[in-house]
């Protein structure tokens, strides 16, 4: 996991002041900061190194481009398997500039998350999110491009480019890389090349397995 380097910081308050005469300022007006402890401090901080990093993914779907797309895009939780809540009521990206993708835990709730926006749209071609995913509540950014191209066969190429950087380390980018590469190549290809996106609504057989 994320290794964090430990830095203290110290702060002190610093009076400077004459030898006391006889003309002094008597002791009771003398400012109470003068008969604080220097030496105290607040709590350490944790400091993290920034690194960045980038990946790509190529995946060959055995289906028609726009049936990829439409499945990836709009309601997602037939085949997206990690959120926040255990079963959350909607998992959906909205294919739109501007759009989100984002997680409604309770049917008639407030409580959710958005777990990225949409910053480019060109469909069945492209869609590019903005937002940290499963890694919300770290100083982390990511960029998740997609690119769906027809192959010569009739199927589709898939490919996510990944750019990521902020409090992370090559570690946890290579789990961040993993969790995609199960995303499209064990979940969405399975889907799709099993036909479960004819029937989106009944449970996927080939997920279980």
């Given at each position: 996991m994320l290794k964090f380097l430990l830095a203290g910081a110290s702060l002190a308050l610093i009076v400077s002041c004459k030898p006391a005469t006889e003309t002094s300022a008597p002791e009771a007006l003398v400012p109470e900061a003068?008969?604080?402890?220097?030496?105290?401090?607040?709590?350490?901080?944790?400091?993290?190194?920034?690194q960045g990093f980038r990946t790509q993914i190529v995946v060959e779907i055995d289906a028609a481009r726009q049936d990829v797309w439409d499945?990836?895009?709009?309601?997602?939780?037939?085949?997206?398997?990690?959120?926040?809540?255990?079963?959350?009521?909607?998992?959906?990206?909205?294919?739109?500039?501007?759009?989100?993708?984002?997680?409604?835990?309770?049917?008639?709730?407030?409580?959710?998350?958005?777990?990225a926006t949409v910053i480019y749209v060109q469909a069945p071609q492209s869609l590019r999110l903005h937002g940290p995913l499963g890694l919300s509540g770290r100083s982390y950014d990511l960029?998740?491009?997609?690119?769906?191209?027809?192959?010569?066969?009739?199927?589709t190429t898939f490919t996510v480019d990944l750019s990521m950087h902020g409090e992370i380390d090559a570690e946890l980018a290579g789990v961040v890389r993993n969790v995609w590469v199960h995303f499209i190549d064990n979940r969405l290809k399975t889907y799709m090349e099993n036909g479960c996106y004819r029937e989106p609504e009944a449970p996927c057989a080939a997920f279980e397995e």
């Open positions: 003068q008969a604080s402890d220097e030496t105290s401090a607040p709590a350490a901080l944790n400091a993290f190194e920034v499945a990836a895009t709009g309601d997602i939780s037939p085949w997206w398997d990690h959120s926040f809540a255990l079963e959350p009521a909607e998992l959906y990206i909205e294919p739109v500039a501007g759009g989100m993708f984002y997680e409604v835990i309770e049917d008639g709730a407030d409580d959710g998350a958005v777990h960029v998740s491009s997609w690119t769906l191209t027809e192959a010569e066969s009739g199927g």
